[in-house]
């Protein structure tokens, strides 16, 4: 084994970095520092002359749908709208008075007096769950009050109503964040036909001004993802997944066209949880998903076509109105964008966009954003992008991407000297990944795992969020995932993973090629699966998987409904149940602890659950208790059932000592234990990546202190290595 020399890291290439006008001396410093071979334009930020004439790539952003003002201001009923729920009201009486705008920002929100309340609008007992006739209540436009006669007293009654977004919420975003004072920008919807003509002229001639454009970055397309506010204009409700802000009345009607049934209010409000992407979808909202989606693809696919006529090169960023473009769906290719941009802060971000199936170019906008709420005296940038860059580092070594970029003001970044040091080392670890992998596949043990839920691909590597989510106090624009983190803990792991869903096993069962089933999360979550496992052909495919030597692995809450005197469905293949407060009179199956196991074989005493109490128990005698917490609650088992195995985790908060747990679980549910010292570091806070195709292998220090680990080649062989903190060293076989 020898260190390699002869393929030195290119000194620059493959970064994007923004650049300000009247700022140009910094931005010629740092694209020096930093290796960067294209510049962009960022919100709030121009390129100036003297930047244009630097040579480098060019990126213009755009956001066609917020990018002209005058025109939908002129046309206020072409902005966009969406069906928002009013907060709960007592009745008192048989007559109730709603404000359905009392709990949102009037500033954003204007009720839509244009479209009759009669046929768009609903009311409900939400007492009883039914609707309220429509003669029994009346909408004053003058008020802007709901009017509810022969109520139930003392049953709660909110309204479904229709709004116009009147404030863009990126714009409303950047006002309260950065202290914008420019006129607050709106949007225009461009599923009227209309809107959509306005909107290709005025890129036509968007491109004709711009000739020294490379590549056009549009940010993104037609939806922005969901994000609500209450009154002081703080978040009320965000899923960046969802659907909400995609309605028109026009757009209803031709579903309704095409799909012989007209959605209400409610299929959108969903008794208030907006269709959360946590929540299981259902089939008139996954219809409607496809719908948009089919809308946007055409709309990309027109700007795409446009950019390419005019020499340019389009690249779309998964940002902003980036709803409806799905890039795991197998329509996003037509679009033909030539680079795909996503924000990315951890390993999941980072596989999110690297496993996306289409082959356009894949380039990360990794964090910090060079904005004001962490670039300001006292900001610690620094500790915030070597955290994000170890997480990333660990997913990159398995599924390369192509580029790296910033965006924000480089002048904030350049106050700060040592993180510009640090992505100096970042950007030359990037160029040399790249140049010593070729960007091939890394090595993989030989196993493939399927994380089963309720979405399957469409919904690959999303952060799984859990009930810890609401307690814990982030920036709003960044996802930082409070307790349990399987996936985290996956997306540095060197084995094949993809994503299934319910109703592929419904259609065709466990794959074949499939060694490994995870399911993960809270019961009833889409993640988990809620009501799919009162399904006897799922319960049966899973089954006959595992009994025929297949691996189950259940984190959180898995394959959880309360159903027919179990919660835990699966609990003959985990051997566990867990306690609802339904059987607490049935004693559980008594256990003694197995201490030394093939999965816990590196792990300390201190592993990080995410909880003390499951009030999980064993649910036979052949379950292998591995770890318990306060009072015998189960933490870890492992379970032999049939010719397959079954494996039971209370939670995984992501750690390095978490991930090496659930490699070895995996392993272990795969019934190949053989295959760990194969390209493997002893040591848990370090990882290896080998490259067949290349001859190349790194070793990699994923902490801030130095380390030292044994590495097990593939042909028997080990070497003892020391790394410094954070250390990335790459060989030649």
Known sequence: MKKKTTNPTPPRGFITLPAESGQEETVMQLLKHWGADAIRDSDGTMLSPELLALGYDVYSTICLVRADQQWPQKHPDKLPQKFLMSDFVTACSSIVHIDPMEGYFREKYRIDTLHDPKTWWQVFDRTTGQEAKAADWEFDA????????????????????????????????????????????????????????????????????????????????????????DPQGTDKYRDWM?????????????????????????????????NATH????????????????????????????????????????????????????????????????????????????????????????????????????????????????????????????????????????????FVEHVETLCGEFRTILANSRKTASYKAPVKVAVLNAWGSIRSWLNNFGSEQKFFVKRPDVVAVAGSNMLECLSGLPVEVVFLSFDEVLAGGIPDDIHVLINDGQAYTSWSGGSWWTNEKILSAVRQFVYAGGGFIGVQEPAACEYQGRFFQLSDVLGVQKETGLSVMTAAVKFSLQPQHFITADATETLDWGLEKSFVYPACKTTQVLRTGGDLHLLLTGRTCGSGRGVYMAGLPYSLANARLLYRAILWAAGREDALNKWFCTNLNTDCAYYPETGMYVVVNNTESEQMTTLFRDNGQTADITLKPCECRWFSL
């Open 142 to 229: 003058q008020t802007g009050r709901v009017t509810i006669r022969s109520a139930q007293p003392f049953h709660l009654y909110t309204v479904n109503f229709l709004v116009y977004q009147i404030w863009d919420s990126t714009s409303m975003y950047n006002h309260i964040t950065n202290n914008w004072t420019c006129p607050h920008v709106v949007s225009t919807e461009p599923y009227h036909p209309d809107a959509r003509r306005h909107l290709m002229a005025y890129f036509d001639q968007w491109l004709r001004e711009r000739p020294h454009t490379d590549v056009v970055r549009l940010t993104t397309l037609a939806y922005h993802f969901v994000l609500d506010s």
């Open 279 to 418: 929540r299981v979808p259902t089939r008139r909202y996954k219809d409607w998903m496809q719908f948009i989606h089919r809308f946007v693809i055409a709309f990309g696919r027109e700007l795409v076509e446009k950019i390419h006529a005019a020499g340019k090169k389009a690249a779309m960023f998964q940002g902003d109105h980036w709803i409806g473009t799905e890039p795991y769906s197998p329509h996003f290719g037509k679009m033909g964008i030539d680079i795909n941009i996503g924000a990315v802060e951890d390993g999941v971000a980072l596989r999110r966009l690297s496993d996306s199936p289409n082959k356009e170019i894949k380039e990360a906008r990794l964090y910090p954003y060079f904005f004001p709420d962490v670039f300001h005296p006292g900001g610690n940038p620094l500790a915030e992008s070597l955290s994000n860059w170890l997480k990333i580092r660990r997913a990159l070594l398995r599924k390369p991407i192509d580029r790296i970029g910033y965006g924000g003001y480089l002048s904030l970044a350049a106050q700060f000297p040592r």
């Open 242 to 274: 969802g659907y909400m802000d995609t309605v028109t009345v026009e757009a209803l009607l031709d579903f309704e066209k095409e799909y012989g049934y007209r959605l209400t209010s409610e299929d959108f409000v969903d008794q208030g949880y907006y």
